[in-house]
């Protein structure tokens, strides 16, 4: 399938938005939710990992998690917002695809988080950003579909 969820996880570990690609049963939903709050050790431990005296942080932690349905990917941002994506994919997934698309989440953040009525640290309810984040998604690549343009 591709992205099985898109979490947005503020600086203080609260869920800002969780949102899963394939309409599913309520406790596939708690598995989801399960998921990313396992995947919050991983952040922690991978940042201080990377960590040293004067380096500068990557945003892009790659693999945090792995699980027998999920690959947990994680992109941390400047402002310690946490981006997670649960892929399903079988095979290694692309970094470079990867990152594009937490590139893309994290723009996509950035301009609701603009808005003078977004009021920081609240779950993020918007019916906009519902949609550019579905259409984000839509552009990765399906398990065994070709990169074509997506990477440009």
Same mark, same amino acid.
């Given at each position: 399938m591709g992205i099985a969820c898109v979490a947005f996880i503020g600086p203080q570990n609260n869920p800002l938005y969780l949102r899963s690609m394939d309409p599913a049963s309520d406790e596939q939903y708690l598995k989801l939710h399960y998921v990313v709050h396992c995947a919050l050790d991983a952040v922690e @431990?991978?940042?201080l990992l990377k960590r040293g005296p004067g380096d500068a942080q990557d945003a892009y932690l790659g693999l945090l998690y792995p699980t027998e349905d999920f690959k947990v990917y994680g992109y941390l941002t400047n402002t310690h917002l946490k981006i997670l994506l649960l892929l399903?994919? @079988?095979g290694p997934a692309k970094d470079e695809v990867v990152m594009r698309v937490f590139r893309r989440l994290h723009s996509l953040y950035v301009d609701t988080a603009s808005n003078p009525f977004h009021v920081f640290g609240l779950p993020i309810s918007s019916a906009r950003f519902d949609?550019?984040?579905e259409q984000i998604v839509a552009v990765y690549p399906k398990p065994g579909a070709s990169l074509g343009g997506f990477l440009t």
């Open positions: @431990e991978k940042v399903d994919d @079988e949609v550019q984040l």
